[in-house]
């Protein structure tokens, strides 16, 4: 370890499997600074798509264990509570569960890890998850992928060592537009057409032959080159204002009381509304307690 770690937690999950977490505090690695710059679009069948052509495919660990995870749950059901027999099979679905979160953290941490250490800046497209997964046709197979995870740790990874990290819009029309000259072909269905095995796309501008993944990740990053960083106005603080900025300020206190029962500012304020009054104090006096009369701070 780097330094002498601070606390330690023993921790045990479902599966009976202890680990031990360090508590150890650990600078930045700030990396080079390099030019490389890359867009990520994310998808089903393609985990990943970087803007310079390449393809990363997820393992989709849920998918290979499904029938096995099925098979153990229905005998888990079928067993009596309390047995011993009921808690010997709800092991072994607890440890194939966490053999499916093992394997997808695993390729999460090693592919943001990747990213980071080799590209400065960093681009993706804000994808509204929570509502994707209300799709019952594909909330199991964008779940098994852990897109959310995978922003989580490439924006981490991107603090760690120094690298720039931006996201995109939702609304960006990144799939509609030809990555060449800009023109807006309009929405794509999943099933554009059928080359070689992939969907292709034809510009009607241009007649570039597109790879719809390839395109929506090169307008991604040109989307996120255009983005400003926003720089934090400065702060002025009380000290060192100028004597005549002070003098113009006005403090205003609800207990600054003076006679009447009435602050200076309200006194000020009513003595310009006098006509609207008459009725209110008329009201007022002739009211069984004489002696109170209502402020109100709206008026």
């Known amino acids: 370890m780097p330094k002498e770690p601070t606390s330690l937690t023993v921790i045990r999950d479902s599966a009976n499997r202890y680990f031990a977490s360090f508590v150890v505090e650990t600078g930045a690695e700030i990396l080079p600074k390099n030019n490389n710059s890359i867009g990520i679009d994310l998808g089903i069948s393609t985990f990943a798509t970087l803007s310079s052509g390449e393809k990363i495919f997820a393992p989709k660990p849920l998918k290979q264990n499904l029938k096995k995870l099925a098979k153990f ?8 509570k309390g047995s011993n027999r009921r808690e010997r099979r709800r092991l072994k ?9 093992d394997i997808r953290t695993n390729f999460l941490h090693k592919l943001s890890t990747k990213l980071a250490k080799q590209y400065h800046d960093i681009v993706l497209e804000d994808l509204n998850v929570s509502g994707m997964v209300k799709n019952r046709k594909l909330s199991k197979a964008i779940s098994d992928l852990g897109w959310r995870q995978f922003r989580t740790l490439t924006e981490a990874k991107c603090e760690k060592y120094g690298r720039e990290f931006r996201v995109i819009d ?4 990144t799939s509609q537009i030809c990555s060449v000259c800009g023109f807006k072909g309009g929405k794509k269905e999943l099933d554009v057409s059928l080359r070689d095995m992939k969907r292709e796309w034809m510009c009607l501008n241009c007649g570039t032959l ?7 990740a090169v307008n991604i990053l040109n989307a996120g080159s255009q983005l400003e960083t926003v720089e934090p106005k400065p702060i002025i603080k ?29 006194n000020r304020t ?18 069984t307690h004489p002696e109170f009369e209502q402020l109100s701070l709206f008026e």
Not at 73 to 80: L, P
Not at 93 to 101: E, L, S, T
Not at 210 to 216: F, I, L, S, T
Not at 240 to 266: C, K, M, P
């Open 93 to 101: 679905v607890a440890r194939i569960h966490a053999k499916v979160k």
């Open 210 to 216: 597109h790879d719809p993944d390839v395109n929506a």
């Open 170 to 173: 939702r609304w960006e029309p």
């Open 73 to 80: 749950q229905r005998k888990f059901a079928n067993t009596e």
């Open 238 to 266: 009380v000290e060192e204002a100028t004597e005549t900025e002070l003098e113009n300020q006005i403090q205003l206190s609800l207990f600054d009381i003076v006679a009447g029962g009435q602050s200076e500012t309200l």
């Open 270 to 287: 009513r003595s310009r509304r006098k006509t609207g009054r008459k009725k209110s104090v008329a009201n007022c006096e002739s009211s």
